[in-house]
Nanobody, 115 residues
Framework: QVQLVESGGGSVQAGESLRLSCRTS????????MGWYRQAPGKQRDFVAA???????NYTDSVKDRFTISRNNAWNTVYLQMNSLSVEDTAVYYC?????????WGRGTQVPVSS
């Protein structure tokens, strides 16, 4: 059974930093592309960042140069370092992967950013 468990969310002020973690189980983590998505209140869930098994990364434009995705294959964990947070980054952040042609998601972690 695939499990994705996010942690590290919490209330911050604009300009501060936060690091999210997503611990996985039930998959051969090192071969999986991992992603972070976010859903702001009243909006759809949107792509934030992803990291492939070879370490290559991509980001949505609004977080480039502020967010960094990374992975630790020994810990089966993917991270999202978020710097210079703004009110617009307020959302629930979800970890995602695709396993056996199915998208798997964590339950999310909340990141409220106040001005």
């Amino acid at each position: 059974q695939v499990q994705l468990v996010e942690s590290g969310g919490g209330s911050v002020q604009a300009g501060e930093s936060l690091r999210l973690s997503c611990r996985t189980s039930g998959i051969n983590f090192k071969i999986h592309r991992m992603g972070w998505y976010r859903q702001a209140p009243g909006k759809q869930r949107d792509f934030v960042a992803a990291i492939s098994s070879d370490g290559s990364t991509n980001y949505t434009d609004s977080v480039k140069d502020r967010f960094t995705i990374s992975r630790n294959n020994a810990w089966n964990t993917v991270y999202l370092q978020m710097n210079s947070l703004s009110v617009e980054d307020t959302a629930v952040y979800y970890c995602q992967t695709t396993h056996k042609s199915r998208n798997d998601w964590g339950r999310g972690t909340q990141v409220p950013v106040s001005s």
